[in-house]
């Protein structure tokens, strides 16, 4: 069912909905709808799993970039996976990520910069 819904997801401004061909109905959303849980790498292509098992590749389309979550007030990665939607990544991925990470200055500040193809994001300022 949550995947079925997930599909029909929509995002207007900060406002979240559900929208069919015969309704739209408003939804509350604590942070962001998505959580990447899992990763694995193909050849150099970093590729996640959010948690209603659709994957995408971390590339110049489904960009990582550090917001502030609604919920702590902390900068964290977030993945663009479609249309404005984003997913927050789980903590274990983000420590398994930290591993790849190398640290690198980055406008006057070291940031773990992770590697995925040409792309390349920041998992936070060190």
Avoid: C
């Amino acid at each position: 069912m949550v995947k079925l819904l997930s599909r029909v997801l929509k995002r207007e401004q900060d406002n979240y909905f559900l929208v069919t061909p015969v309704e739209k109905l408003g939804i509350q959303v604590a942070d962001v709808p998505f959580l990447v849980t899992a990763w694995h790498q193909i050849n150099n292509q970093l590729v996640f799993t959010t948690n209603v098992d659709e994957s995408y590749p971390v590339d110049f389309s489904h960009p990582v970039e550090l917001m502030v979550d609604r919920v702590s007030g902390e900068r964290l990665p977030y993945m663009l996976v479609r249309r404005n939607l984003y997913a927050r990544l789980h903590q274990n991925v983000f420590y398994q990520l930290v591993e790849l990470g190398k640290p690198i200055q980055q406008e006057g500040q070291n940031h773990l910069i992770v590697q995925s193809g040409d792309y390349r994001f920041s998992l936070g300022t060190l």
